[in-house]
């Protein structure tokens, strides 16, 4: 073989090595805590995502019984809460499913809450929401 067709064999076979690879992703850190709606437990399952808006990170954990764990790319993290009801609606004379949000927006799509993610933990977060 000649040095080019080497060489060439030689580039495709890093970019293999590096696309099967990928981009290294970020340590995650070990996360749990508690929703409480109106002072108690979320009774309802629902989701808790940790985003980084500018990255577009996002880690999800489902919430059951009012607790949720998982794990969380380390920083301050914008924090959304759902809960999900699935319903039978008339729509134009056709039924159809529509899915409603039990959490207000301000926890969710218009968000204040937040959480720093730390190496070091312990990332334990108690989250207190209210319907009204």
Same mark, same amino acid.
């Given at each position: ?16 090595v590096?696309?099967?690879? @990928?981009? *290294?992703? %970020?340590?995650?850190?070990? !996360?749990?805590?508690? /929703? ?33 764990? @998982?794990? *969380?790319? %380390?920083?301050?993290r914008? !924090?959304?809460?759902? /809960? ?37 933990? %312990?990332?334990q ?8």
């Amino acid at each position: 073989m000649n040095r080019t067709v080497k060489l060439l064999l030689t580039i495709l076979v890093c970019l293999s090595v590096a696309c099967q690879n @990928g981009p *290294a992703q %970020p340590k995650k850190h070990a !996360v749990s805590g508690t /929703v409480t709606l109106d002072g108690k437990p979320l009774s309802e399952t629902g989701m808790i995502y940790f985003k980084t808006i500018a990255t577009g990170d996002i880690d999800a954990m489902e919430i059951k019984d009012g607790k949720f764990s @998982g794990s *969380a790319i %380390p920083g301050e993290r914008r !924090v959304e809460i759902v /809960v999900y009801r699935v319903t039978m609606q008339d729509l134009n004379g056709m039924k159809g499913e529509v899915k409603e949000n039990l959490i207000p927006p301000r926890y969710n799509s218009e968000t204040t809450l937040t959480a720093k993610v730390t190496p070091e933990g %312990p990332n334990q977060f108690s989250f207190e929401l209210t319907s009204k």
